[in-house]
């Protein structure tokens, strides 16, 4: 069975306007879906996870591990598990212009060569991943306008690995005054997916 993986950037758990956005998407995604395959649903939650930022020691082992082929050490599972993905659905709320630190060390342990993308003969990177979709869900306070940095970061990344469309989906202005959070979040739960092909 194909598998979406849902990498969880939402910090706030329960209270979290993005990842109640997210779960509306994941319900939208799956019933879309649900006459030609399936998916199962496999989630990442890095508010639980131990994440850790490479240090000099923990670059060493990895490149340790590179040289050696042991790609299937657990170092090495974000990237396994992103490369094996069907389809990646990204939820991280909208923090100064971009997104939470757990979702950048998250790429970090993700982008590895040799499991996510890797370098042709002439220096061209490409792609590893099985995914043809990832979609991202954001909410914010304000409005993101054209500092949508966390989206073209993820949307950046996410092409090298080889992913070739990429979504994104938001309820934005949610914390200013007077701001109808209920009314918003209605919209963004059942309006426009803005696709990047
Ligand atoms: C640490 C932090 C940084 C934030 N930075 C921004 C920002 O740069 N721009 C903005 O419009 N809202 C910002 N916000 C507001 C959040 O984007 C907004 O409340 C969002 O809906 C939170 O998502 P959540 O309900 O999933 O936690 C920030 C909130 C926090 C806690």
């Known amino acids: 069975m194909p598998t979406l993986l849902f990498i969880n950037?939402?910090?706030?758990?329960?209270?979290?306007?993005?990842?109640?956005?997210?779960?509306h998407l994941l319900a939208r995604i799956k019933e879309a879906?649900?006459?030609?395959?399936?998916?199962?649903?496999?989630?990442?939650?890095?508010?639980?996870?131990?994440?850790?930022?490479?240090?000099?020691?923990?670059?060493?082992?990895?490149?340790?591990?590179?040289?050696?082929?042991?790609?299937?050490d657990t170092m090495f599972d974000y990237a396994n598990a992103v490369a094996q993905a069907d389809m990646l659905v990204i939820a991280a709320p909208y923090w100064d212009m971009s997104f939470p630190a757990s979702l950048k060390v998250f790429f970090e342990a993700a982008s590895?060569?040799?499991?996510?993308?890797?370098?042709?003969?002439?220096?061209?990177?490409?792609?590893?991943?099985?995914a043809q979709d990832m979609y991202y869900v954001t909410t914010s306070?304000?409005?993101?306008?054209?500092?949508?940095?966390?989206?073209?970061?993820?949307n950046a990344l996410c092409r090298l690995y080889g992913v070739r469309n990429t979504h994104f989906v938001s309820a934005e202005g949610l914390d200013l005054d007077g701001a109808?959070?209920?009314?918003?979040?209605?919209?963004?739960?059942?309006?426009?997916?803005i696709n990047y092909l």
Do not use: H, W
């Open 9 to 23: 950037a939402c910090v706030r758990g329960r209270d979290s306007r993005t990842l109640a956005l997210a779960e």
């Open 33 to 72: 879906n649900s006459k030609d395959m399936a998916f199962k649903i496999e989630e990442i939650r890095l508010s639980t996870e131990n994440l850790l930022p490479l240090n000099y020691e923990r670059l060493q082992r990895r490149d340790e591990l590179l040289e050696a082929g042991q790609l299937d």
């Open 141 to 154: 306070g304000g409005y993101i306008g054209d500092c949508n940095f966390g989206f073209e970061y993820a």
């Open 180 to 193: 109808d959070v209920q009314a918003i979040m209605e919209e963004a739960c059942n309006g426009e997916i």
């Open 112 to 130: 590895v060569v040799g499991i996510t993308f890797t370098y042709a003969e002439d220096g061209t990177p490409v792609g590893l991943t099985a």
